[in-house]
C-alpha cells in the first residue's frame, strides 16, 4: 500500500472522516490507488477496517465474478483475504436502502462451501455442532455453531439436509482454514473408528455463490428457475436446472431481507448474474450495505460479535442450542454452555439505540450511567433506515434490560445509549402459508 494510502486510512481512524459505514472510508481509499493491488485488510479491526495493512504472505484471490464488479465500477478492497466490491457508483446508504425497497445482488462467492456425506455425516456434523440434524428434514436449513471444549464459538454456519446421509454447508471466509482444519480432523478421528464421512470443499473458483436479497427477489427470481419460489419457505434449499446445470437456491439471507443465496457453477455465473441484473428494481451491493443491512437485522459478524471466547448463551444464541443436544449433553463445551443457560452469563450480547451524536464503532467503550466501564461495542454504525447510530455490544446482564440507560465513549466523549431488542429493523423472512 502507499504511504499516502496509509495516512488517510489513519485519519479515518482519528475520526476526521464520517461515512455512512466504516468499510465506506475503504471504498474512498482503494480509489486512490490501483484497486487490484489495494491491501486494506477489512476482515478485522475496528468496525471491518482497524488493520490498514493485510498480509503479504499470499495474493488476495478473486471470486468469478471479479471482473463484473471491476466493468460495473466496483470500489474492491481486500476482505479476508479477497478482493471484492465494498460498494458500486452510489453511495452505501443508497445501496442500502435499495435493498430494503427492491432487491440488491451480493457477490458471496468466498464463502467456504463443503459437502458432508457418508452414512456418519449426520453424527460427524452433530459432534461439531449444537444442533439437531438427526431429525431435520430434508430440504431445511438450520443455522449453528461450531464449539470449542470451553463452550466458545468456532464459527457459526448453515447446514442444509440434502438427504439422511447428505448435507451442504456455507460458511466463513474467514474461517476457511480453520474450519477445514476442523472438519479434516475430525474426519480423522471418525475413519480412525472405521466411521463413513466424506468431505468435498468445493473450489470458489469452480462453483460461485451470491445473494439475491430484498422484497422483489422472489419476482426477479421467478422466472429463472423451474420451482415455484412460493413453496420454498425461508430456512429451505432445493436444487433445480438453469441454463443446463444444476443449481443450489436456499431462501436464506444476511440482510432481514427476503431473499436468496444462488449456488452454481462458474461456467454460468456470468449468464445467471447478467439475467438478473437485466431486471429493473435490481443493482448490485458490496460489502458495506451488506455490513450495514446485517446490522439492522441484529445479525452477528464473526470475528467481531462472537469469536472464540464467547459462547452461543452470552451472544443471545441460546436458541441455536436444540432441545435433544441440551438433553444428551454431547455437544463440544457442553458443560459451560448448559450451566450458563440455568444459572445465566456474567456478559451478555445488547442493542443499542443512540441520539444525534456521532455512532460507536468496534471497541467503544460501554459505561453505566455512573462512568464505570462495563463492556465495549462490537458493531456500530449509522442506520440508514432509522436516521441514527445504532451498535451491539456486551454488558454484564443487570445492564441488559431493553430500556435501560447507559454511556458509549466516542473519541473521549461520553453520549447516551439505550438498550433496545434486536432486530433494530423488523426482518421480512418469507413463510409459506
Avoid at 466504516?22 to 480509489?31: D, F, K, V, W
Avoid at 439422511?164 to 473408528?193: C, P, W
Wanted: with cysteine; glycine share 10%.
Amino acid at each position: 500500500m502507499c504511504l499516502d494510502c496509509l495516512d488517510k486510512c489513519l485519519e479515518t481512524f482519528n475520526g476526521r472522516v464520517r461515512e455512512s459505514s466504516g468499510l465506506a472510508a475503504i471504498s474512498r481509499i482503494s480509489s486512490k490507488c490501483d484497486a487490484s493491488r489495494c491491501l486494506i485488510d477489512s476482515s478485522v479491526g475496528k468496525r471491518l477496517i482497524g488493520r490498514c495493512l493485510s498480509s503479504t504472505t499470499s495474493e488476495p484471490r478473486k471470486t468469478c465474478l471479479y471482473d463484473l464488479h471491476v466493468e460495473n465500477g466496483g470500489k474492491i478492497v481486500n476482505f479476508s483475504g479477497w478482493l471484492l466490491p465494498v460498494q458500486y457508483q452510489e453511495a452505501i446508504a443508497a445501496s442500502h436502502q435499495h435493498t430494503r425497497t427492491y432487491a440488491s445482488l451480493f457477490d458471496v462467492g468466498h464463502m467456504m462451501q463443503t459437502r458432508v456425506s457418508g452414512s456418519d455425516a449426520t453424527f460427524f456434523l452433530e459432534s461439531l455442532t449444537t444442533s439437531d440434524l438427526r431429525n431435520l428434514k430434508k430440504g431445511n436449513s438450520v443455522l449453528t455453531v461450531f464449539t470449542n471444549e470451553n463452550g466458545g464459538i468456532l464459527d457459526d454456519l448453515i447446514i442444509t439436509k440434502d438427504g439422511d446421509d447428505r448435507y451442504f454447508v456455507v460458511s466463513n471466509a474467514g474461517r476457511r482454514n480453520e474450519d477445514s482444519q476442523t472438519l479434516i480432523q475430525r474426519q480423522e478421528h471418525f475413519k480412525s473408528q472405521g466411521k463413513s464421512v466424506d468431505l468435498e470443499f468445493l473450489d470458489p473458483l469452480e462453483q460461485g455463490l451470491v445473494a439475491l436479497q430484498g422484497p422483489t427477489a422472489a419476482t426477479i427470481l421467478q422466472p429463472l428457475v423451474k420451482i415455484n419460489l412460493k413453496d420454498l419457505r425461508f430456512m429451505n434449499s432445493v436444487e433445480t436446472e438453469v441454463l443446463g446445470s444444476r443449481i443450489r437456491v436456499s431462501r436464506c439471507g444476511y440482510t432481514g431481507e427476503d431473499g436468496f443465496e444462488i449456488s452454481m457453477p462458474v461456467k454460468i455465473a456470468n449468464s445467471v448474474v447478467q439475467t438478473i441484473l437485466e431486471k429493473p428494481d435490481t443493482k448490485l451491493a458490496g460489502l458495506g450495505a451488506r455490513d450495514s443491512l446485517r446490522l439492522e437485522a441484529g445479525l452477528c459478524l464473526y470475528g467481531h460479535d462472537i469469536d472464540e471466547q464467547t459462547t452461543p448463551v452470552e451472544a443471545g444464541l441460546t436458541w441455536l442450542v436444540a432441545k435433544r443436544r441440551r438433553a444428551e449433553e454431547n455437544f463440544p463445551g457442553a458443560k459451560r454452555i448448559l450451566s450458563q443457560i440455568k444459572s445465566g452469563s456474567n456478559k451478555k450480547r445488547i442493542g443499542l439505540m443512540l441520539g444525534n451524536g456521532p455512532p460507536a464503532r468496534e471497541g467503544a467503550a460501554i459505561l453505566t450511567p455512573e462512568g464505570e466501564r462495563v463492556g465495549k461495542v462490537t458493531s456500530g454504525g449509522p442506520s440508514p433506515t432509522l436516521g441514527r447510530p445504532i451498535a451491539m455490544g456486551y454488558v454484564p446482564p443487570e445492564l441488559a434490560q431493553c430500556g435501560g440507560g447507559v454511556l458509549v465513549e466516542v473519541r473521549g466523549k461520553t453520549y447516551k445509549a439505550t438498550v433496545t431488542k434486536m432486530p433494530f429493523v423488523k426482518t421480512n423472512y418469507y413463510t409459506a402459508k
